[in-house]
C-alpha cells in the first residue's frame, strides 16, 4: 500500500512539473518606425567688401592705403553673411601682418597703426559711421588696454584671437568696419614702409545645441 501511494505521489509531482514548465501562447501583434534619418546641417560664413558685392569664401584689399603720411585715416568695411542652415553663435576675428617694404632701420609700422573697429555698422561704406564701436573690448582682450589698439597687439605671432563678435542668424549679415590711423607720431623711420594684413574670421556653433 505505501508503494501505491509513493508512485502516486511520483506521478502526481512529475505532472507538476509539466504543467510549471509549459509554455502558452498569446496573441501579439508588432509595429515598426521606419526610415529614421540624420541630416547634419552647414556652418557657412561668407564674407564681401566695397569692390567685392557677391559673398564669397575670401575677399581682397577691404583696407588699403597708398601714400599714407602721419595723422591719415584710411576706413573699410568687411560684410558677414550666414547662407548656411545652422545659426552662427559668434565670430572670432584674427589679424595677421607680414612686413613687405622696411624703408627705416629696425622700423615695424604695425607699432604705429591704430584700429578702429565697429560692429553693426547700418550703412556699410567707406566712412565707417554708426555702429558699436568695439575696439576697447578688443584690446581689453588681445592688447594692453591702454591708450590706442595698435595693429601690433592685435598681431602677437598671429595667436591673438577676439572671439566677442555677435552670432549671425541663418540669412543673415553682420558689418564689421574698420579704420586704420597712422600715428602722427611716427618718425621718419617708418618713411617707405609697407605692410600686407589678413583678417580671419571663424564662425562657431552655439556649443550649447
Given at each position: 500500500m505505501n508503494k501505491k501511494?509513493?508512485?502516486?505521489?511520483?506521478?502526481?509531482?512529475?505532472?507538476?512539473?509539466?504543467?510549471?514548465?509549459?509554455?502558452?501562447?498569446f496573441f501579439s501583434d508588432n509595429s515598426t518606425s521606419n526610415n529614421n534619418t540624420f541630416a547634419s546641417g552647414s556652418l557657412n560664413l561668407q564674407l564681401d567688401d566695397s569692390d567685392e558685392t557677391t559673398p564669397a569664401e575670401s575677399v581682397t584689399g577691404s583696407i588699403t592705403a597708398t601714400d599714407f603720411a602721419p595723422g591719415q585715416s584710411v576706413s573699410?568695411?568687411?560684410?558677414?553673411?550666414?547662407?548656411?542652415?545652422?545659426?552662427?553663435?559668434?565670430?572670432?576675428?584674427?589679424?595677421?601682418?607680414?612686413?613687405?617694404?622696411?624703408?627705416?632701420?629696425?622700423?615695424?609700422?604695425?607699432?604705429?597703426?591704430?584700429?578702429?573697429?565697429?560692429?553693426?555698422?547700418?550703412?556699410?561704406?567707406?566712412?565707417?559711421?554708426?555702429?558699436?564701436?568695439?575696439?576697447?573690448?578688443?584690446?581689453?582682450?588681445?592688447?594692453?588696454?591702454?591708450?590706442?589698439?595698435?595693429?601690433?597687439?592685435?598681431?602677437?605671432?598671429?595667436v591673438d584671437i577676439y572671439d566677442a563678435i555677435s552670432g549671425i542668424g541663418v540669412g543673415n549679415t553682420r558689418n564689421v568696419c574698420f579704420t586704420v590711423t597712422f600715428q602722427s607720431t611716427a618718425g621718419n623711420e617708418y618713411q617707405g614702409d609697407a605692410l600686407s594684413s589678413t583678417i580671419t574670421f571663424t564662425g562657431n556653433q552655439d556649443a550649447s545645441q
Amino acid at each position: 500500500m505505501n508503494k501505491k501511494i509513493l508512485l502516486s505521489l511520483m506521478s502526481s509531482a512529475a505532472m507538476l512539473t509539466l504543467v510549471v514548465g509549459a509554455t502558452y501562447a498569446f496573441f501579439s501583434d508588432n509595429s515598426t518606425s521606419n526610415n529614421n534619418t540624420f541630416a547634419s546641417g552647414s556652418l557657412n560664413l561668407q564674407l564681401d567688401d566695397s569692390d567685392e558685392t557677391t559673398p564669397a569664401e575670401s575677399v581682397t584689399g577691404s583696407i588699403t592705403a597708398t601714400d599714407f603720411a602721419p595723422g591719415q585715416s584710411v576706413s573699410g568695411f568687411i560684410s558677414l553673411h550666414n547662407p548656411g542652415s545652422l545659426p552662427i553663435a559668434e565670430v572670432e576675428m584674427t589679424i595677421d601682418t607680414t612686413e613687405t617694404l622696411d624703408g627705416g632701420v629696425a622700423s615695424d609700422m604695425r607699432e604705429v597703426l591704430a584700429l578702429t573697429v565697429l560692429e553693426d555698422d547700418l550703412t556699410p561704406d567707406a566712412n565707417c559711421s554708426g555702429g558699436t564701436n568695439i575696439t576697447s573690448a578688443i584690446d581689453t582682450q588681445v592688447g594692453d588696454g591702454v591708450g590706442s589698439l595698435l595693429i601690433s597687439e592685435f598681431d602677437n605671432l598671429g595667436v591673438d584671437i577676439y572671439d566677442a563678435i555677435s552670432g549671425i542668424g541663418v540669412g543673415n549679415t553682420r558689418n564689421v568696419c574698420f579704420t586704420v590711423t597712422f600715428q602722427s607720431t611716427a618718425g621718419n623711420e617708418y618713411q617707405g614702409d609697407a605692410l600686407s594684413s589678413t583678417i580671419t574670421f571663424t564662425g562657431n556653433q552655439d556649443a550649447s545645441q
